[in-house]
């Protein structure tokens, strides 16, 4: 906790740091950027509170380091319970250290693990979240979807669906983003975000096909041999999805097969961790056009409809409302 201290007493007001002359133009611009798309997300009805109106320079680049982890033969995470958020299936570390070592515990207990960094976090809206230097190198359309996505949290959050809270942040982010830039008349960077939100869409596809494949493998309860072969052939299906029929269908970004012929088998705890950001997608995106494809109007909505709903219970609440 003495990290997560450090940065709160690193915090500086963002509005002096715009206003300092003696910081780079560039990384004023990013910071006034910040703050408009903050001002923004509060006409999208988005309840920004404090959030990012200061900024902390952490000192390097990660923030911090999430685990994941999951059973070998299930795309069964493990979860641990907080008190505000609920039961959630990753846990973070701010020491790199303790990070890994919690992840070799996990996998000397025969746990698919998965260890990946973030740049940012959220409170929930119960602190004043500062922006920090870790997330400030995002490209603009990036940095605009993140204040979004962060400042959806404090809007909106089902206790113990954590998959559920980031897709819908991931909506709200990249849609968010278009609205925002396509009212400072910047078209480019409008279609940039909603091409990337479209990526996401097809990304979150390509993952419930390549989860669909994996559930009907372990249904046939593999032993231990079987399972590694077949986690390699399951690997080897995907990355020719990926580089394939995916690749065609990606807008933003430009994927080049891989030179390298290593067969590699999925990983469980990446799939969770992937996933958390991409599951029901297309659910999400048909609330919003059912709204009037209009950001606002679908958070209203979906801030109504989702009162006093608490897990599993928001996906029958969402698809079950849908105009």
């Known amino acids: 906790m003495w990290f997560v201290a450090a940065i709160l007493a690193a915090r500086r007001p963002i509005e002096r740091l715009v206003a300092d002359t003696t910081l780079p133009a560039d990384t004023r611009a990013r910071l006034r950027l910040v703050l408009e798309a903050r001002d923004y997300a509060a006409t999208l009805g988005l309840e920004a509170k404090s959030t990012y109106t200061k900024y902390a320079d952490v ?23 907080y008190p505000v958020a609920g ?40 602190f004043n979240d500062p922006l920090l230097s870790t997330a400030l190198e995002r490209d603009s359309v990036e940095l605009v979807a993140l204040v979004m996505h962060e400042i959806a949290h404090n809007t909106l959050w089902v206790k113990g669906n954590v998959a559920f809270n980031e897709s819908y942040a991931q909506l709200v982010g990249y849609r968010g983003a278009e609205a925002f830039f396509r009212q400072q008349g910047d078209t480019a960077l409008a279609r940039r975000a909603a091409d990337r939100w479209h990526d996401e869409g097809v990304f979150g596809e390509f993952y419930t096909r390549l989860i669909a494949r994996a559930d009907s493998f372990y249904a046939t309860h593999p032993d231990s041999a079987a399972l590694r072969a077949g986690k390699v052939a399951i690997g080897r299906w995907a990355r020719a999805e990926f580089e394939g029929p995916v690749a065609a269908e990606i807008r933003s970004v430009r994927i080049t097969p891989s030179t390298d012929t290593t067969a590699r088998p999925i990983n469980n705890a990446r799939l969770v961790g992937i996933t958390l950001y991409r599951t029901h997608l297309d659910a999400f995106e048909a609330w919003y056009q059912a709204h009037g494809a209009d950001v606002k109007a679908s958070v209203a909505a979906l801030d109504t409809v989702m009162e006093g709903v608490e897990g599993d219970s928001a996906w029958v609440r969402l698809e079950g409302t849908s105009p």
């Open 59 to 81: 000192g390097r680049d990660t923030l911090l380091l999430v685990v994941t982890a999951s059973g070998a033969d299930c795309i069964c995470p493990v979860t641990w319970t």
């Open 87 to 126: 039961r959630v299936p990753y846990k973070g570390f701010f020491n790199a250290a303790d990070a890994k070592r919690f992840a070799a515990g996990l996998e000397a207990q025969g746990y698919d693990v998965n260890l990946r960094p973030s740049s940012a976090f959220s409170t929930l809206g119960w």
